[in-house]
């Protein structure tokens, strides 16, 4: 299906009346398709621009009231981008060079022919495509100025900046000039123990690969801010790659955090081994487990060998007298919501028998329950003990 483009909107203030008329009868006929208004005076095109929506305004300079130029400089206030043609029968070098100071667009004298016309609606189209190009831009620069992400645009072999946000200095603590001046600049500014790391990504993305790779950055903290970077190449019809271009976000909060969990996980883990006491959650959507390492050390199997044990796998490894028993209280664990306490045996892989009491807890949503939660105990020497004692 075929896309016709929106129509030009168009102001055009000429306090002729015929002209004005033969002025919008041409534009229509002309170009892409344009939508005119007349206004009669400065006055009248000022009232006119304050209530709709203009692309351009067209205005003569000759005009009673007010001059094109003063009411050129009237819209500037409110509108710095908005196209400004200076169509006059007046021509001479002084009232084009005082047109263009006041922020004229264009400047074109009016003539008798049709060839004029077209000029008039080729000299708007131009003017209003590089106004919505020059507000593209704006409006990307104000993007790229308002995030905190760094945002970047390298030629493919990476010999010249195209574009970098000033997010850069902030996270990377160098200096954009200095990026410009040389373009590689940014990798003083990355650990050494991870600049080859980041060369062989840049090697890659001009060998059109995507890459994602994460280091540290800022030398004026030590290094100890953690960021992702993401690049993407950019490749021209033949497929060449002609530029590269990506982000990279700040990871230094999540690092951290990161850092934190695996110390506290160090720490239960540890606490686990020297307690003897393992724990386990099973999830029902997935129906995997997980365990923690003392789990793994208590039913002597090998975590990478068995990375998400099942139902089925525990179930196994319990000792067959009281497998019936285990399998009971899990099922009255599903049913009812109350995970009982137990004891039950172990047939570990090295043939050697441990006892274990299991406890757990139970969440359920909607009447159903979804995950459940528990610690495995090695109780073998109490009942060792016992077993003696009798």
């Known amino acids: 299906m075929s896309h016709t483009p929106d129509p030009i909107h168009v102001l055009h203030v000429e306090d002729d009346p015929e002209f004005a008329h033969l002025t919008a009868s041409f534009l229509e006929r002309e ?12 006055a009248e095109g000022g009232e006119r621009l304050a209530d709709g929506e203009f692309d351009c305004v067209v205005s003569d300079y000759d005009m009673p009231g ?21 169509f006059t029968g007046k021509g001479s070098e002084e009232i084009a060079s005082d047109a263009i100071s006041a922020g004229a667009t264009d400047y074109l004298q009016k003539g008798t022919g049709g060839e004029q016309y077209e000029l008039l609606a080729n000299r708007i189209e131009n003017a209003v495509s590089r106004a919505q190009s020059e507000q593209a831009e704006r409006h990307l620069r104000e993007l790229a100025e308002n995030t905190d992400r760094v945002l970047y645009i390298f030629s493919h ?42 060369q062989g990504a840049m ?8 890459i994602e790779h994460e280091v540290r950055v800022d030398e004026r903290s030590g290094f100890d801010r953690w960021v992702r970077v993401r ?63 003392e789990t793994y050390r208590i039913f002597g199997w090998d975590a990478d060998e068995l990375p998400t044990p099942s139902f089925e796998d525990w179930l196994g490894a319990v000792h067959p007298d009281d497998q019936e028993r285990a399998q009971a209280a899990v099922e009255e664990a599903m049913a009812t919501g109350s995970f009982p306490t137990f004891e039950h045996r172990i047939q570990r892989p090295d043939g050697r028998v441990t006892w274990v009491r299991c406890r757990g807890e139970v969440t359920r949503e909607a009447g159903e329950t979804v995950q459940i939660t528990g610690t495995i105990l090695d109780i073998t020497e109490r009942r060792t003990g016992e077993e003696v004692a009798e």
């Open 66 to 86: 007010r001059s094109g130029i003063e009411f050129l400089r009237s819209v500037r206030e409110s509108h710095p981008n908005l196209p400004f043609i200076l």
């Open 203 to 210: 090697e890659r993305m001009s060998d059109g690969e995507t």
């Open 157 to 198: 072999d990476w010999t010249e900046l195209l574009f970098i946000n000033s997010a850069y200095e902030a996270l990377w603590g160098r200096s954009v000039e200095a990026l410009r001046n040389d373009p590689t600049d940014f990798l003083s500014g990355i650990h050494p123990e991870d600049r080859s790391r980041a």
């Open 31 to 42: 170009g892409q398709g344009f939508d005119v208004v007349s206004a009669g005076s400065a």
């Open 231 to 293: 690049g993407e190449p950019i490749t021209d019809e033949a497929g060449e790659v002609v530029r590269v271009a990506g982000f990279a976000t700040d990871i230094t909060e999540r690092k951290e955090l990161q850092r934190t969990l695996e110390e506290r996980t160090e720490r239960l883990e540890e606490a686990q081994r020297v307690a003897g006491v393992g724990s386990w959650e099973w999830n029902a959507e997935s129906d995997t487990v997980v365990w923690s390492d």
